[in-house]
């Protein structure tokens, strides 16, 4: 079972006010940086002997920093490295590689990313030619790595635009190594939706249970409810019936698909087809029938 780290106000406080703010070199080349709480931290002497001229630059411009962070040693001596610690400063390029996000290029190996991270795949092509990912589609790699052995790095694979619905999951243990990558669906649900009886048939009644609907949830499709003929008739015997209700588009499967109706209790089964356009059609058996139940469920696209 996992930990969780919980610092009272007086801690945050306390990491707040250790915060180096600010700094100022003296003539003799010695360092002293200012905390936010007023304290002063004596760096040591910074004056070293005179490098070799660097390369002409236009007037202003500043190099950015290495993608690492000032922090302060035992011995109050000053030193870049990676943050390990939760007071640590970190430069602003630190934050927007590695925390922000960069893109992940051609070919990757997504074995290799276990540092906390946003990173990002802009082209299918460069993910088809990569290795490790769960599906050859581009998208965002979100990772959360544990600091400072690396133990554990747990990861989560968006693909882009269409395909955002569906995300993957996976793991990476120093005793077992990656897992299989796991898939995950968003729930999409319409909700149900009334479906009108085309002319010449109606609904059984207008309790909620006879009452014609359809509903999608992501890529299935249920549909409910009872129809009959207007006025009561019989469907007849051994009888083709067109177009008894129209499937609303989006709901649709995306060629034919032939169904069996239920009838009423002691009548035979009817067939049934959903034609281009969303139109079912039935075909009763060898008995007359009161009503068709309009219970059935498909796959769209």
């Known amino acids: 079972m996992g930990s969780v780290t919980v610092f009272t106000s007086a801690r945050m406080l306390e990491i707040e006010n250790s915060c180096v703010i600010g700094g100022s070199v003296d003539t003799l080349g010695n360092l002293t940086l200012s905390k936010k709480d007023g304290t002063d931290i004596i760096a040591g002497n910074i004056k070293g002997p005179k490098g070799d001229t660097g390369e002409d630059a236009a007037p202003g411009s500043v190099s950015p920093m290495p993608n690492t962070t000032p ?7 000053i030193k870049t490295a990676e943050p390990t610690q939760s007071d640590d400063a970190v430069t602003k390029n630190y934050v927007d590689q590695v925390v922000v996000g960069s893109n992940i290029p051609n070919a990757a190996d997504l074995n290799t990313y276990t540092k906390t991270g946003i990173y990002f795949q802009g082209s ?58 796991k898939q995950f669906s968003s729930l999409e649900d319409s909700g149900w939706v009334s479906v009108p009886c085309n002319s010449g048939y109606e609904e059984l009644g207008t309790a909620e249970q006879y009452l014609v609907k359809i509903r999608k949830i992501n890529d299935l499709v249920k549909m409910r409810g009872l129809v009959r003929i207007v006025g009561g008739a019989q469907f007849a015997a051994n009888t083709e019936y067109s177009t008894i209700i129209t499937i609303p588009a989006g709901y649709r499967p995306s060629t034919a698909e032939y169904l069996t109706f239920s009838v009423a209790t002691g009548q035979c089964p009817c067939n049934g087809l959903i034609v281009a356009g969303g139109g079912i059609t039935i075909r009763t058996g060898s008995t007359a029938a009161s009503y068709v139940s309009m219970h059935q469920s498909w796959f769209v696209g």
């Open 71 to 77: 922090i302060r040693t035992s011995d109050s001596r």
């Open 124 to 181: 299918t092509a460069q993910a088809a030619a990569g290795s490790n990912y769960p599906v050859a589609l581009a998208g965002m790699l979100e990772v959360q790595g544990r600091v400072p052995d690396g133990g554990y790095v747990y990861q989560k694979y968006t693909p882009y635009a269409g395909n955002s619905k569906v995300i993957w999951t996976r793991a990476y243990y120093s005793t077992t190594g990656w897992s299989d990558w």
